[in-house]
């Protein structure tokens, strides 16, 4: 079965401190990992796309890693506005199979 | 560029009446995703629709949903009858042809049903 599984379900951390995300996947004919970064009350908002294992991609305090089981989110020093739930997804055949998300907490 | 609008943003109706969602991408994308999310599930795929034809509805739960795309600016979806186990926020995403990439995420609908 094509699963996307999320760890840990959540993650607080004081303002600094950095941490890592993990998203594991089995997905058929995966055609890129995707992250999204969801606020309370919106929509997902894409972060990043990565189509293959070694891949990397930044942006701002996020990086994303791929392998070929697994993907990473790396928060470094990390501020209270990146509190919030990040979500990645398998995409197979034009759609998207999403985890159940993180639900980050950056306390001051 | 108002990104994509959903309508309304809160619905609360009993058990049994008919729900329609409404959806309107944005301009110029021509594929359109209706999910649904819960705590229990997280974030589903219902149906998704490439130029206004539906491609995959594996998703929809039963036939008391159905979804429609009449036209390139506009999608519904409509749960009848509506029961308590529909409640949950209802997203529509579009997404350009020329990319895999972003998904272009609405505000949601939060729908309850007593």
């Known amino acids: 079965e094509d699963q996307v599984t999320q760890s840990p379900e959540a993650l607080r951390l004081q303002e600094g401190e950095s941490s890592s995300l993990n998203c594991s996947y089995t997905?058929?004919?995966?055609?890129?990992l995707f992250w999204y970064r969801q606020d309370p009350g919106k929509g997902p908002e894409f972060l990043f796309t990565l189509y293959s294992a070694g891949e990397e991609k930044e942006k701002e305090r996020l990086k994303a890693t791929l392998t070929k089981k697994e993907s990473f989110l790396h928060i470094t020093a990390p501020k209270p506005e990146d509190s919030a739930t990040y979500l990645c997804?398998?995409?197979?055949?034009?759609?998207?199979?999403f985890g159940q998300g993180t639900e980050l907490s950056v306390k001051p | 560029d108002a990104g994509v609008i959903q309508s309304p943003r809160h619905e609360v109706t009993e058990m049994g009446q008919e729900v329609t969602l409404r959806c309107k991408p944005i301009s110029g994308h021509n594929s359109l995703f209706w999910y649904r999310q819960t705590m229990m599930r997280g974030l589903e795929l219902l149906i998704y629709?490439?130029?206004?034809?539906?491609?995959?509805d594996s998703g929809m739960p039963e036939d008391r949903f159905s979804a429609k795309m009449p036209n390139a600016s506009f999608s519904t979806l409509k749960i009848q009858p509506s029961e308590p186990r529909d409640s949950a926020v209802y997203f529509c995403?579009?997404?350009?042809?020329?990319?895999?990439?972003?998904?272009?995420f609405g505000p949601g609908t939060r729908l309850t049903v007593l």
């Open positions: 997905v058929s004919g995966l055609r890129g």
């Open positions: 997804a398998g995409h197979q055949g034009g759609k998207l199979i």
């Open positions: 995403a579009s997404l350009s042809g020329g990319s895999y990439n972003e998904q272009f």
């Open positions: 629709f490439n130029n206004n034809v539906p491609i995959d």
